[in-house]
């Protein structure tokens, strides 16, 4: 029995190196971001917050911040809405090419984003478009909507389809059916997919570096043009603030929707 | 619901006109275009012909690109493995109350910009950083470690930003699998580490190999670990990508390296659908 116990906290050691070696960068970024020092590096000497001054005074940066944001929102928008309707077509409905099709949809997943920015880019370039803000939108869109559908998806095959017979055998029309029964059961899935599209547009790089352009640069394609002299303290401080942004979002999210939805689905 | 065969395709319609308009087509583009030239001003003219991938294929520059690409890959694929594996059985097998919590924490990298994850480590791995300065201090060495811009430094990158992607694909296997299977094993006399062995591991295999995939085909596609954490060595095939379409503009030749990434991973997905089935990937990814 002794060995056991033994092996058992072996384990556990090494789920715990793991869980330092996966969050020492990531902490590392969040102190250095208050070290007052020239150079965004160890040893720290002192505490300061200049560098998030420094930050808010930089208007290139509060540029890049306002695009990813109303990028973010509009993907998550744009996503949902095309989204939702796919998922709930292979939920609810049979139909001949099914499992093609889902592939079909989900494939963004597992296309490297290196080749759908350069296909995409390649695309445009032939229709003789510039690149533009309508770019980068749809591009993210692409994205993530294999995301919202696999999110809404997962929701879905736990809302019984009773419900909706029901209240359409009573007479109301499928768009009320959607309206009265669907959606409001639907809507912490669709919520959680709004949000997953916000994020992965916020904080996608990969792909976005070929559709960008100085005009609608958004905050990790900052990052990278500012990367290009070394890594700086304000490098950091914008890290920390990107890092609390999206890591507080899901965490906020996730007490959310366990307070008010103790449904179905994981 | 016969008579209503036309609904789901009006519900399908615009994500379906997304991914075909944009995607679909685009792809089509990219494998049109590698058989185009390049006129010396920069121009782009179509043809038929091979020049592209005989350029690719002419010396060994390029494959041993390729070839890098495929190894790094790999080593991330096996250490992912096994720094994901053990977290995953922790999960699996714990009854802490703190689960779901600890479960939540190890998916926040997923959540944190890829850039910022992959840029962290030069503080840690840097000539200032946390490391070279911990060791400095305490007198272990007297001039900082070179440990940045090698295929080390890459690896370090790649796997941060992969780990989770591992780690929730064996622990969604492992969750499906009964645990008194292996109690039975026990009861019938195999050692804890038989009972692993022999029937938690082999069912916890469809995750295990999700996970691979996984794991290998966003390898690469990536360009920004080597070029942030790597040296001029440690190029890989989507940096080639990169610097031919964002630096040369060299649309054709681009397009001819992209076609044959992805031809290199359709072949590596196309045979692991047909003998694993795809399904297990998005099943994992639905849980998130």
Known sequence: ?266 | MKNKSWKPWILLSPSLAAVFFLLVIPVCFVIVYSFWLRAPSGADIPAFQFGNYAKFFADFFYPSILLTTIRVALETVFLCLIMGYIPAYFFYKTESKFKPFLMIIVMLPFWISFIIRTLSWINILGDSGLINHVLMKIGFIQEPLAMLYNEGAVIMGLLQYLLPFMILNIYVSLDGIDKSLAEAAKSLGCTEWQAFREVTMPLSLPGVSAGCLLVFVLTCGTYLPPMILGGPGNEMIANLIFKRVIGTLDWPFGSAISAILLILLATIVYTYNRYMGIGQIFKTLSNE
């Open chain 1, 1 to 266: 029995m002794k060995k056991i116990i033994s092996g058992w906290s072996l384990i556990k050691i090494f789920t715990l190196l793991v869980y330092i070696w996966m969050f020492a960068p990531i902490v590392a970024v969040v102190i250095l971001a208050f070290n007052p020092q020239q150079f965004g590096s160890f040893p720290m000497e002192g505490f300061s917050f200049k560098w998030f001054v420094k930050l808010s005074q930089n208007s290139t940066i509060l540029d890049a911040f306002k695009n990813s944001l109303v990028l973010g929102s509009f993907t998550a928008i744009f996503a949902t809405a095309i989204g939702v309707p796919a998922a709930m077509a292979f939920i609810r409905y049979e139909f001949r090419g099914k499992d093609f099709i889902n592939t079909l949809l989900l494939a963004p997943i597992m296309i490297p984003e290196v080749i759908l920015g350069v296909a995409l880019l390649l695309f445009i370039r032939w229709l003789q478009q510039p690149k533009s803000f309508a770019l980068v939108l749809i591009g993210h869109v692409v994205l993530t909507l294999p995301y919202v559908l696999l999110i809404v998806q997962a929701r879905l095959v736990g809302i019984k389809k009773e419900y909706e017979e029901a209240a359409l055998s009573l007479g109301a029309s499928p768009f009320q059916t959607f309206r009265e029964i669907t959606f409001p059961l639907l809507a912490p899935a669709i919520f959680a997919g709004m949000l997953f599209a916000f994020t992965i547009s916020f904080d996608d790089v990969t792909a976005t570096l070929f559709w960008a352009t100085a005009q609608n640069q958004t905050v990790p394609v900052k990052i990278f043009g500012m990367l290009r002299n070394s890594i700086s303290p304000e490098i950091n401080a914008l890290g920390a603030v990107m890092i609390v942004l999206t890591v507080s979002t899901p965490l906020l999210a996730g007490y959310i929707s366990r307070k008010f939805a103790k449904g179905p689905g994981k």
